[in-house]
């Protein structure tokens, strides 16, 4: 490395002197202080205060070596090391070199005494002031173990320590000893930990374990597959199948807006209708709304294709929608359900226990949108409904509906009802009534069409009672098939006359007469043999005045005169069917009986029950009572059969081609509230083939003008001629018997 001029320094005698590097001089001052050094001369070096050796002697070689210490540059060499190494060795210092003598180093060992700062300082003053006047006695370092070598050229002196007195070594740290220290801090920390830790997941377990369970659980209801509703051959006239529902979470749904108008279409429900359920609210109890239904009973794959969407806060479950493949087919006499499958009305709402069966539910731990694996979880399996088998056939219902239907919108009737009965059994084989509706959409209906009028159609049914009145005489033994007397044209009971349409302008007229031209005044004279008493008691066998315990909800129970109720009027009236309450499925099922040989069968609906599991449990056996003798069922059956037979009889109407009809025309009236509608009631009851009587059919018709000849009785006709073919009922093979109105 080339030299480097440096700027003249000042030694320690304060005169300026030029650099010494590379020179002569300086390199013979050096060797004569090495020189001196092996001779072992007595002079020790001095520490300045800043740690500076300087010779006894103001030599040039001295100030040479101290104008050295002085250069910054020198100072590159030092080990930067060496201060803490005197420190670790207790003050003493070992160096290298000092001696060359015969090419051999001597390493010897030089022990420094550092002085007090005030001696320190001293010295260093007394040398700056007197150019090199030694220092006092107590600032001077003695070598022991040798002579202490100069400084090699370009390095620079080891500073010294500030001189304190004398002291032992300060005592140092013990590093094992820190980690064992450390260790057993880190251990029982760790130890600590682990107890703690023990507690909670054994001692503690249940108490933190409940205090956040109520707000992770969740719970999923597992809706119960809801039974069906089987006509009697096993069509399904109303059953559910697996939906969807869609709900929201407000408190995860974003962009509630733009949400609702991407689900409108899909759900068909308006976008403000959806988004006002979405928007954040409180529930009873102040928590936040964590579900709301948007729609129930959506198709599959409408739901996967909501799902597809991705929509925060949108989610779908299972669920399930009832369907009425019929729409309307019996849609009275079902009934329809809630969202929930909760039946409202009809056979869905009598049997609702039945249908509906027990749900299920889903309990778990929910964190971060998912359950938590390892979680509670408790699932409840739902339990099936079980199904309903019903008396009705499907495909009798719907022409005995249509034929109904269409003859009371010809006749302008508000209201109208069939009912048909399997005369052996008892069993409904349909049951229709006007108006109707789509149970597959009942909101879009009033609830008057929603009524089952065979059940709560309440009428004063008129003449059709008079079979009844008849049987009574039959049975008490009043009257004889045989029997006639002489009929006026009218007849007072109290202040009422009571007239005949068919006058017999007191001529003897026979029973069966009587019956043809359905006669006032005949039927109150058999009556007042028979006596008020004995009628009630034969109304009551009939099954009027109470419900017949069909099955449907909400049945009527109609309502008979009580005895002290009568007036002189009612003498006249009762007989005759006025002053009764009737349905026209009481009025039905006393037909049947008379069809039945005299025994009264209770009507019934349903046929059997199916469990989840396809076992069939037949109904309970309807109840029984015999009214009339078989004969004097027969004898009642002859008489009806002229309504149908005789010239200008009332129910000519009425009459089935190839087959013996038995049946009586009735006109009446409604009654709401106890209270005379409007209008009359058209009605007609008959039964085929007389013979052998099969099926029961009951028409009541509703409308503003109009009897039971012009208005039910066709109805009837079209519904019995097409139930005896339906069934494959043989024609009669004897024709009808010939009657004298008049013998």
């Not at 500076?52 to 210490?69: F, L, Y």
């Not at 030089?110 to 150019?131: F, I, K, L, Q, W």
């Not at 008959?686 to 409308?703: L, W």
Request: proline share 8%; aromatic share 6%; charged share 25%.
């Amino acid at each position: 490395m080339p030299p480097r001029s440096e700027e003249p320094r000042r030694d320690a005698t304060g005169s300026r002197r030029g650099s010494s590097r590379g020179t002569p001089e300086r390199g013979a001052a050096g060797k004569r202080g090495d020189q001196a050094g092996l001779g072992g001369i007595s002079d020790a070096r001095a520490y300045t205060p800043r740690g500076r050796t300087v010779r006894d002697d103001d030599g040039p070689a001295a100030a040479g070596r101290a104008e050295q210490r002085r250069n910054p540059r020198a100072s590159r060499s030092q080990d930067p090391f060496r201060p803490a190494l005197q420190v670790l060795d207790g003050g003493r210092a070992t160096t290298r070199g000092g001696n060359r003598q015969g090419g051999t180093t001597t390493r010897t060992t030089v022990v420094r005494t550092v002085t007090d700062r005030p001696d320190r300082d001293e010295a260093t003053a007394g040398g700056r002031r007197t150019g090199g006047r030694e220092p006092r006695p107590g600032g001077v370092r003695e070598a022991r173990r040798g002579t202490a070598r100069a400084p090699r050229r370009g390095e620079r002196a080891p500073t010294r320590r500030p001189s304190r007195k004398r002291q032992a070594p300060p005592r140092l740290a013990d590093p094992g000893r820190r980690l064992r220290l450390g260790t057993a801090l880190a251990m029982a920390l760790f130890v600590a930990i682990g107890v703690r830790l023990v507690v909670l997941q054994t001692v503690d377990t249940p108490a933190y374990a409940d205090g956040g369970v109520a707000d992770r659980l969740r719970t999923v209801q597992l809706p119960a597959p809801r039974g069906a509703i089987y006509d009697r051959y096993g069509a399904a006239l109303a059953h559910s199948v697996e939906a969807r529902y869609v709900y929201a979470d407000p408190t995860q749904v974003e962009e509630i807006e733009a949400t609702a108008r991407r689900l409108s279409p899909l759900l068909g429900v308006a976008a403000s209708e959806l988004a006002e359920k979405m928007r954040p609210r409180k529930r009873i109890n102040g928590d936040d709304s964590r579900f709301e239904y948007l729609a129930r009973g959506v198709d599959i794959d409408r739901a996967r294709e909501i799902n597809a969407l991705e929509l925060p806060g949108i989610y779908t479950q299972r669920d399930e929608r009832r369907e009425v493949p019929g729409g309307d087919l019996a849609a009275n006499l079902i009934g329809f359900t809630s969202v929930d499958m909760v039946g409202l009305e009809g056979l869905e709402a009598r049997y609702d226990d039945l249908l509906h069966g027990e749900d299920g539910e889903r309990v778990f731990e929910m964190g971060l949108g998912a359950p938590i694996p390892g979680g509670y979880s408790r699932t409840t399996q739902a339990k099936p409904g079980s199904s309903i088998g019903l008396t009705v056939d499907r495909d009798l219902q719907f022409v005995t509906q249509r034929i109904l239907s269409e003859k009371a919108r010809a006749a302008q009737a508000s209201t109208a009802a069939a009912v048909v009965l399997d005369a052996r059994t008892g069993e409904v084989l349909a049951q229709a009534s006007e108006p109707t509706y789509n149970a597959a959409k009942p909101q879009s209906s009033e609830p008057t069409d929603r009524e089952d009028a065979a059940t709560s159609f309440v009428v004063d049914p008129g003449s059709v009672h008079k079979a009844i009145t008849f049987g009574a005489a039959l049975q008490e033994g009043v009257i004889t098939p045989d029997t006639s007397f002489p009929v006026a044209n009218s007849v007072v009971k109290g202040d009422t006359p009571f007239t005949d349409t068919h006058y017999a302008n007191g001529r003897r007229m026979s029973v069966a007469g009587m019956m043809a031209y359905s006669s006032n005044v005949g039927t109150i004279e058999i009556a007042d043999k028979l006596g008020p008493e004995r009628l009630i008691d034969y109304q009551r066998r009939f099954g009027l005045g109470e419900p017949t315990g069909v099955g449907m909800p909400g049945e009527a129970s109609g309502r008979l005169l009580p005895l002290s109720e009568w007036s002189g009027s009612s003498h006249g009236s009762v007989p005759i069917g006025h002053s009764v309450d009737a349905t026209p499925l009481q009025m039905a099922a006393a037909y049947a009986a008379i069809a039945n040989d005299g025994t009264y069968i209770q009507p019934h609906l349903v046929k059997e029950t199916i469990d989840p599991q396809g076992k069939r449990t037949p109904a309970e056996p309807p109840a029984t009572r015999q009214v009339l003798s078989p004969d004097n069922a027969k004898a009642l059956r002859t008489l009806l059969e002229a309504v149908t037979t005789v010239d200008n009889a009332t129910g000519l109407a009425a009459a089935v081609p190839g087959y013996r009809v038995a049946g009586k025309t009735g006109t009446g009236w409604r009654l709401v509230d106890g209270k005379k509608q409007p209008g009359n009631v058209a009605s007609f009851i008959g039964m085929a083939p007389a013979e052998n009587p099969r099926y029961v059919i009951a028409v009541f018709v509703h409308s503003p003008g109009g009897g039971g000849g012009e208005v039910a009785a066709p109805a009837f006709q079209e519904m019995m001629t097409f139930t005896l073919r339906h069934f494959k009922v043989p024609p009669s093979t004897e024709p009808a018997p010939n009657f004298a109105v008049f013998p």
